[in-house]
């Protein structure tokens, strides 16, 4: 049996299912920081730290970089761009079935209405 490398979608959910990694990319949303700057609210072990980085990075959401003794971290957005495009048509379709609930629960308001059910009983 072969295993079937994973496509980048994929690895970019798998990147996102942990919350100490969106909280990572949420501080890389306001611009480049050092790697120690990036563990400072974490209480983990900066190896812990690094295996995030390294999963984001092989996600393509991060790019690390080396200058001197400052290793700065910088977000690559255009997977998560690809992870919105694809969520985006999941939105459109529960858009479109709340839509026709909504218009079925207007049609049985206005029809009980219509037939005297929807007074409100004085007691």
């Known amino acids: 049996m072969s295993i079937m490398p994973?496509?980048?979608l994929s690895l970019t959910f798998a990147a996102l299912?942990?919350?100490t990694r969106r909280a990572i990319l949420a501080r890389l949303a306001s611009g480049e920081i050092s790697v120690g700057e990036l563990a400072e609210p974490f209480h983990i072990s900066a190896p812990a730290v690094t295996k995030h980085l390294k999963v984001l990075e092989n996600a393509?959401?991060?790019t690390r970089g080396r200058q001197a003794?400052?290793?700065?971290?910088?977000l690559e957005a255009t997977p998560l761009q690809?992870?919105?495009t694809f969520i985006e048509q999941?939105?459109?379709?529960?858009e479109q079935?709340?839509?026709?609930?909504d218009d079925y629960l207007k049609q049985i308001q206005a029809q009980e209405k219509k037939n005297g059910r929807g007074k409100k009983?004085?007691?």
């Open 60 to 62: 393509g959401l991060i």
């Open 82 to 84: 690809e992870a919105a």
């Open 17 to 19: 299912a942990d919350p």
């Open 121 to 123: 009983q004085s007691v």
């Open 90 to 94: 999941y939105r459109r379709h529960w």
């Open 69 to 74: 003794q400052w290793r700065p971290c910088k």
């Open 6 to 8: 994973a496509d980048s």
């Open 97 to 101: 079935s709340l839509d026709r609930l």
